[in-house]
């Protein structure tokens, strides 16, 4: 029977504890007993790669259903999405109007299923902005249309950018839309590539860089107050499976930083973390590979993708492995001593450490890279295997009750989307080109680090998918608030943290809710949704969850 | 049984002598298992090789299809990619002359021996040393992997270790001989267009007739407005065409004996059997070592190739017209069909490692066609160091040309390191003549038998 929760708190006390003595849950649980502000008790941000909004939900709900492809048919009473269907941009769309774009003028077009392999786009800090052309989204042929071919397979054309995929291809995300919450007005929190955007996930912005090995002049600006900003990729410092010649690291905290002062369990679980484990294929260490179905073979672990290694207190640059099972999420073993993973961990230790019922407060999750969606050597059917099986993992358990799962992505990989707001962070470096030459947005921009405004943090930057899957998720909603992925950081905060805030500089304080996605008053909880996670259409019973080392 | 005995024995010195001589325990123990030893002709450590499935073809690769029988898309209208590519015969060409007439005129000589399509399913992209980037916001040009490679010494290629190659910064990967694309869809662009071979004219002339013949396709599957954007209704078109290439498994069958044998269905004749060891010997053929021929570690069958490129020097071939001009050279990876690395003259005579799978049904060998046999191949690979007279040409003063074929400038790039190609005159020839005939028998093995399913195909387990 659902509990309502304003008739909690009407008891007083510890509404928490009064759930407890209700709602059976493990004891070992270490999400459950904290004071959250919400009923949610267990955060796993999903961090997916280089998608845009447009890109996935162009036409939602609306597919073209093929014949011999998984076929998709809305649900009646979806609300309207802001996309290309609805702003009438497949066809006179600008960037196929713009000569500009010289040869690679097109029209934004239907990418099929059997074309989940396609080549990576362009998807840097300054060629971002000058696709935007100032906010007339016209130019993304010319600027990050210059894309790499991909494997034997791989389709590409030169407005390739344009392309889309619909419900025939990204049937699991369309069917997650469908049953419960996502965002059409959701952002990078500034443009750029993956790196920016894992750290804007956990610390809300990127100002304080400092460049440890070498000089990677493209992945840094000077702020304009004697520091620097992170505007590229670069490998996190120190870490065993970086450059030899490039890295970087973090000056200021992140929301791990916070959740550590207050004893609350997190982890950041990376595909390939663990180098003590031989894949099937025989590769191990920081070689260990996946092949995919669709794009060839790839590394597992990408290090310029992991959000905590860039911080040195929450960083785990030797991938040491936890102590036990049980330790998973906690900054100390059983023995009160120091563990040595310090909350960084493969994405088995996840699956490990839920199935001991160990669930963390606070997980973020990325899969092994052939499955984290990226262009090039990811695609959209190894993403939508992934998904579906950690969700399926996740909705399984019980305490899938008190749990929200975000789904975010970290850039756009600079594909097409016609979304556009005016700069709330300004920026004047000479990388930024938004509104001219060294111009993004007006006025000073936001405080960095040190308290004074910093450059290097256009944005907010291109427009991302966002998901909230949760039985307290709204069903078939999808939410206008506009928010960023610092909006992840804020939740965190408000959620367990009373709205602490990480200042010096973080977007957390400004960047918008997510709250609107959830509805915590309903008698009746959102049901798990389970889905085939090769075509990800919905399934009577989740798929057996694959064996891994 | 005494042939088996003495095969035995022979293995067993070889591998002795190998332990011996410290190289590489491991992969000796490895290779130890797979090589037969005795007249036992099964394989003794089969393996279950992951194939693709066999599968419905998607309406996308059935579209591709009845492009790649279509002629109606050539300027002739009498050429379509299986008039040059045979089903018949390994998706390669069907005759025997080193090039291909075509054009508008069916009469136009062509360049380069028309390669096969088959096994170009896990063909990685073109680049200098392993691509090792996932997610690089900044993409070396080839130019720049060029000179990052710069002058570093690369490992010698032995069959013992042919992983130790996989790491040289070396030209690798991509599709024809020079690897001047990435994907099956540009491939299939390129003989279209070409006035020597489909010549189909204008992108406007095949879009008509793409519009006229496949239109409601056309806009069912790419949108009502692919027509209006002729690049992109063109690569859709070429996309099919990939698709089909990668579904069929009439592109990948993985139907030879050879895989029989791998999966232990099978056994070799003795003559088979002597030619695989010969095959896998680095002081024999050493082919092994760029035509690898061991299952990956997660159990996909061998390609027999490691995608890499190789300047080996063959003899130029007089039966190409564009020789009669002695101021042409095909230059491979350096040009001149390919433009991006003119400037890497160290890679002047390079061209692309092919599959030798189903290379006993062809006619024509290398990039120029200069052999017609894969007896002519061999005696090639063995004699080229010896007795150069016999395939090069004379100058003036009648002195032998050796690797004529290439600049006197360019010369210098062509492999002498890796066996067999790193012999003197005066030196044993790595193959005796039953040598070569037992190679050719174990290359043999390597055709695809048509008209039965793969027996690696008992399950649907899928894999790339």
């Keep these: ?549 | 049984m005494r042939e088996g005995w003495a095969e035995g024995a022979a293995a067993r010195w070889w591998v002795t002598r190998r332990i011996r001589s410290g190289s590489g325990v491991l992969l000796v123990c490895a290779l130890f298992g797979a090589v037969p030893l005795h007249a036992q002709a099964t394989n003794p450590r089969p393996y279950r090789l992951q194939v693709p499935p066999a599968r419905p073809l998607s309406a996308m690769a059935q579209l591709g299809k009845r492009l790649f029988n279509d002629a109606r898309l050539s300027g002739s209208g009498r050429i379509s990619c299986v008039s040059c590519h045979s089903p018949a015969h390994a998706f390669g060409p069907p005759g025997v002359s080193a090039i291909v007439l075509g054009g508008a005129d069916d009469r136009s000589p062509g360049f380069r021996a028309v390669p096969s399509l088959r096994y170009l399913y896990r063909q990685p992209p073109f680049s200098i040393g392993p691509d090792t980037s996932a997610d690089s916001d900044q993409r070396l040009t080839v130019g720049q992997q060029a000179a990052r490679a710069g002058d570093k010494v690369r490992a010698v290629k032995t069959a013992l270790a042919p992983q130790a190659a996989a790491a040289n910064l070396v030209p690798q990967g991509g599709l024809f001989w020079d690897g001047r694309v990435n994907t099956l869809q540009q491939q299939a662009g390129g003989p279209l267009f070409n006035p020597a071979e489909m010549a189909a004219g204008s992108p406007s002339r095949v879009l008509t007739k793409l519009e006229t013949n496949y239109g409601e396709e056309f806009k069912a599957f790419f949108g009502p407005t692919v027509f209006q954007s002729p690049r992109l209704a063109l690569d859709e078109a070429m996309f099919a065409i990939g698709r089909y290439e990668i579904e069929s498994v009439e592109f990948h069958p993985f139907r030879s004996k050879y895989d029989a044998w791998l999966a232990g269905h099978a056994e070799l004749t003795p003559a088979e059997s002597r030619g695989y060891r010969l095959f896998n010997d680095p002081d024999k053929g050493n082919c092994a070592a760029c035509h690898l021929d061991q299952p990956t570690r997660d159990g996909r069958p061998p390609l027999f190739t490691d995608f890499q490129y190789e300047a080996l020097g063959v003899p130029r071939n007089p039966a190409i017209p564009a020789n009669r001009d002695s101021h042409y050279y095909d230059l491979g990876v350096c040009g001149p069909y390919r433009t991006d690395l003119r400037a890497q003259t160290q890679y002047c005579g390079m061209f692309l490692t092919p599959s030798l799978r189903n290379v006993a049904t062809r006619h024509v060998f290398f990039h120029n066609g200069v052999f017609h046999s894969l007896h002519d191949v061999l005696e090639w690979y063995v004699y080229r160091d010896l007795a150069p007279e016999r395939f090069y040409s004379r100058d003036e003063s009648g002195h032998v040309v050796k690797y004529d074929d290439l600049p006197p400038e360019y010369r210098r790039n062509v492999d002498t390191v890796d066996g067999p190609f790193n012999r003197h005159p005066g030196d044993p020839p790595s193959l005796s003549d039953a040598e070569i005939e037992d190679v050719i028998a174990f290359l043999d093995t390597l055709t695809d038998e048509d008209d039965h399913a793969s027996p690696l195909r008992t399950d649907a387990r899928m894999s790339r």
């Design chain 1, 1 to 549: 029977m659902r509990i309502q929760w304003r008739r909690m708190l009407a008891f007083g006390g510890a509404a928490a504890m009064l759930a407890n003595s209700i709602i059976p849950v493990a004891a070992a649980d270490p999400g459950f007993g904290r004071n959250t502000a919400t009923p949610i008790k267990h955060l796993v941000v999903i961090y997916d790669e280089n998608i845009s909004f447009d890109h996935y939900f162009a036409t939602y709900p609306h597919a073209t259903n093929p014949s011999g492809e998984p076929r998709f048919f809305p649900s009646p009473f979806t609300p309207r999405v802001n996309n290309l269907l609805t702003s009438d941009l497949l066809t006179n769309n600008p960037n196929f109007l713009n000569p500009a774009n010289g040869a690679g003028a097109a029209n934004p077009f239907r990418l099929d299923r059997t074309q989940a392999a396609t080549a990576d786009q362009n998807h840097s800090y300054t060629p971002e902005q000058e696709a935007f052309d100032g906010g007339k989204m016209d130019l993304f042929p010319k600027y990050t249309g210059t894309a790499t071919t991909g494997g034997a397979d791989a389709f590409g054309t030169t407005g390739q950018v344009m392309g889309y995929y619909d419900g025939n291809t990204v049937t699991a995300l369309w069917n997650y839309a469908q049953h419960f919450a996502m965002s059409d007005n959701a952002y990078g929190s500034s443009f750029g590539p993956s790196t920016p955007g894992a750290i804007e996930a956990i610390s809300g912005q990127t100002n304080g860089y400092v460049a440890v090995l070498g000089t990677k002049s493209a992945s840094f600006v000077a702020d304009g107050e004697g520091g620097f900003t992170d505007i590229g990729d670069e490998d996190p410092a120190y870490d065993t499976c970086s450059s030899k010649t490039q890295t970087m690291s973090m000056l200021g905290k992140n929301v791990g930083d916070l959740l550590n002062e207050h004893g609350i369990s997190w982890g950041g679980f990376m595909g390939g973390f663990d180098l003590s484990l031989v894949n099937a294929d025989g590769t191990t260490g920081c070689a260990r590979d996946s092949t995919s179905l669709y794009t060839g073979t790839t590394a597992d672990y990408v290090p310029h993708h992991n959000w905590f290694q860039y911080y040195p207190s929450t960083a785990n640059p030797t991938h040491a492995r936890p102590s036990s099972v049980d330790a998973i999420g906690h900054t100390y073993d059983a023995s009160g001593q120091l563990d040595p993973a310090n909350h960084e961990y493969d994405i088995d230790d996840f699956y490990a450490a839920v199935k001991a019922g160990n669930f963390p407060a606070v997980a973020f999750l990325k899969a092994p890279a052939y499955q984290d969606g990226h262009a090039g050597y990811s695609d959209p059917l190894d993403e939508q295997a992934w998904l579906v099986q950690v969700i399926s993992f996740i909705e399984q358990r019980p305490e899938w009750r008190d749990t929200a799962i975000i789904i975010d992505w970290d850039d756009s990989d600079g594909w097409y989307d016609h979304a556009f707001v005016e700069p709330t962070s300004a920026s004047y470096a000479t990388a930024d080109v938004l509104n001219g030459a060294g111009l993004c947005g007006s006025g000073p921009p936001p405080p960095g680090l040190g308290g004074d405004p910093v450059n290097g943090r256009c944005g907010p930057g291109p427009r991302i998918p966002f998901f909230v899957i949760s039985p307290y998720a709204k069903a078939n909603y999808v939410s206008h608030t506009l928010i960023t992925q610092s909006s992840i950081v804020r939740f965190i905060e408000d959620n367990w943290l009373r709205g602490e805030r990480l200042n010096n500089g973080s977007f957390d304080a400004t960047a918008g809710s997510i709250m609107d996605m959830f509805d915590f008053n309903t008698r009746f909880a959102n049901p798990p949704l389970f889905l085939d996670p090769e075509d990800g259409t919905p399934a009577a019973h989740p798929a057996p969850f694959p064996p891994f080392p």
